[in-house]
């Protein structure tokens, strides 16, 4: 059985039709990606996952259950979490306090300290600036307090959306292999990212999406090759 | 007029006491503007009819205007609770089915709300100005507590500075502090984000309402006791004071409104005690069309979560 199934979703907002047809699925422990153009509805596919948009039409499915009439809150505690474009992490928190806030869900003050020093070791520049204001870092640094603000929500799928945006490629490449090893812990990972090269060599599974539509899926491997995609998403 | 240095300083001392007892009023008021548009980017304009609604559920508790007369503690208690609940209602009832609308639909929405319980309250306790009978309450709150000269501190203007001053450091241990308090702030932040790490945003802006309203209702219940005077339409020129404090504090933050507050309440007393004792109301409005013209972010506020009023 998939962990994550859509299955012809179709989204709106107002008279744009901004999802026509989306169906993929993701199954435990995959990193599967979603590329695409700016527009082609990337994000809007995982605001519909996320609950946060309501599709008019077709089913998601996580874990074999509808998220249809549940809310945000209750798929986060069902181990669904995303990391929104543009990180949104809380500007006038501290890192620390961002940090709680990921694990806001959670109960048992020795298991979230636990995971907190887990993500303090995953990502040490967060431990040095643990009381500054999550809004003075980098960009950078923004990235990795998003993922692990995800983290501290012990995650069974963790929806990324473009965490290389806007970030130097040494940058991207470090960001890039945290995910690696995040997935490593066994965190099935949908990666949406406009960085098709770097995200098709990290995924299992690539699906390319255009105008509200997935027109090619395939074996990332496979996709790497594809004239199509090598002309429209590699620059080659 | 008063023409030795001493009475003028005496004078000057009893409008700063007088003026910070209504500045904390008006703090206690203009937080709640304050945490609900933090949330919601709502101004909640029926705000001021809470308020009003602390002072006659306290007033008829304690005198038995609905046929029993209750402890003055209790009274205040169950009409702070009532306050408390019916903010949480107007969000339900009002608000909550406009919170994916265009901010102008809510905004007339709570303008209607105010004036909706204005005239419930009229139906309900009549237009005369009422007045909280001298027995059912505590005879000590109306015995000066400090005295030097000219200068009478009552125990009524002690009890609400440091009603105030509790409910306000209350109020930051909780927003600081609290699993509540850092949900609060974080959809304040970003609301998307909050539901993404699992805040129930809807329940979060009913504890909000909840605070804000019953902390009106205290306000509400100090008011009538101040002035003793109680009647459907208090809330509406206390409401635009204690709105125009959260505007200078800055909309949203909550040190702003308490800052704009007692600076309000000190504006007000000394402009109609040195200027003319008409111009104390228009002192608030003059305050709030400035802050709007010169800083519309306000003491505290952040630009960009005032966008109210920009452009
Ligand atoms: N809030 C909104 N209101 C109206 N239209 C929207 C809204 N958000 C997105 N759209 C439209 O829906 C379509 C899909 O947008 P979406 O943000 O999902 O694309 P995307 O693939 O994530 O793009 P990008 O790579 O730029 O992030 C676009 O045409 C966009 O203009
Ligand atoms: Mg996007």
């Known amino acids: ?215 090619l899926e395939a074996p990332a491997r496979k996709l790497l090759q594809d004239e199509r995609v090598k002309e429209a998403y590699l620059g080659e | 007029m008063p023409t030795t240095l001493l009475e003028q300083s005496s004078l000057f001392l009893q409008q700063f006491v007088n003026g910070m007892t209504l500045g904390s009023i008006y703090a206690l008021i203009a937080v709640g503007y304050t945490m609900v548009y933090g949330v919601i980017q709502l101004i909640n304009f029926a705000h001021g009819e809470i308020y009003m609604l602390g002072a006659f559920l306290s007033f008829s508790l304690v005198s038995g205007f609905f046929g029993v007369g209750l402890p003055f503690v209790l009274a205040v208690t169950i009409a702070v609770l009532v306050c408390a609940l019916a903010g949480v209602l107007l969000d339900l009832v009002a608000y909550r089915p406009l919170r994916r609308s265009p901010r102008l639909a809510a905004l007339i929405t709570a303008i209607g709300m105010s004036i909706f319980l204005q005239n419930l309250a009229l139906l309900i306790w009549g237009g005369q100005i009422r007045s909280f009978p001298r027995a059912v309450i505590p005879v000590f709150l109306f015995a000066p507590a400090l005295q030097f000269g000219e200068v009478v501190v009552s125990w009524l203007q002690v009890v609400i500075l440091l009603t105030a001053v509790i409910l306000m450091v209350v109020l930051q241990l909780i927003v600081h502090y609290t699993r509540l308090g850092r949900a609060m702030r974080a959809i304040a932040q970003d609301q998307t984000a909050a539901a993404l790490m699992g805040v129930n945003v809807d329940r979060v802006v009913s504890y909000t309402f909840a605070l804000g309203s019953g902390l009106g209702g205290v306000a509400g219940i100090l008011v009538g006791l101040y002035y003793n005077a109680v009647y459907p339409t208090m809330g509406y020129l206390a409401g635009i004071k204690a709105f125009a404090a959260a505007v200078l504090g800055g909309i949203g933050s909550i040190p702003g409104a308490i800052l704009g507050g007692g600076i309000l309440g000190l504006a007000e007393v000394f402009g109609a005690g040195y200027i003319s004792s008409s111009y104390g109301d228009g002192i608030a409005y003059a305050i709030m069309i400035l802050v709007i013209l010169v800083k519309p972010a306000g003491l505290f506020g952040r630009p960009s979560s005032n966008k109210l009023y920009r452009g």
């Open chain 1, 1 to 215: 059985m998939p962990l994550l199934k859509l299955n012809d979703i179709h989204c709106y907002y107002g008279n744009i039709h901004a999802l026509k047809g989306v169906s993929f699925e993701i199954y435990h422990g995959e990193i599967r990606t979603l590329i695409g153009a700016n527009g082609a509805g990337k994000s809007t596919v995982l605001m519909a996952i996320s609950a946060i948009l309501k599709p008019r039409q077709g089913e998601i499915l996580y874990d074999g259950m509808p998220v249809a009439g549940r809310a945000p809150d209750e798929l986060v505690q069902a181990g669904l979490c995303q990391v929104p474009e543009g990180r949104r992490i809380f500007p006038d928190m501290t890192v620390g306090e961002n940090l709680e806030m990921g694990a806001y869900c959670r109960s048992g003050r020795a298991a979230i300290k636990a995971n907190l020093e887990m993500v303090y070791d995953l990502f040490p520049v967060l431990s040095k600036r643990r009381r500054q204001a999550g809004g003075s870092l980098s960009g950078g640094e923004q990235q990795m307090l998003a993922l692990g603000r995800a983290l501290m929500s012990q995650p069974e799928l963790l929806l990324l959306d473009e965490p290389s945006l806007g970030l130097a490629p040494l940058m991207v490449e470090k960001i890039f292999s945290l995910i690696e090893r995040i997935a490593g812990e066994g965190i099935t990972i949908l990666l949406v990212e406009q960085n098709a090269q770097a995200a098709l060599r990290l995924a299992d599974y690539g699906y390319v999406m255009e105008s509200g539509k997935i027109i």
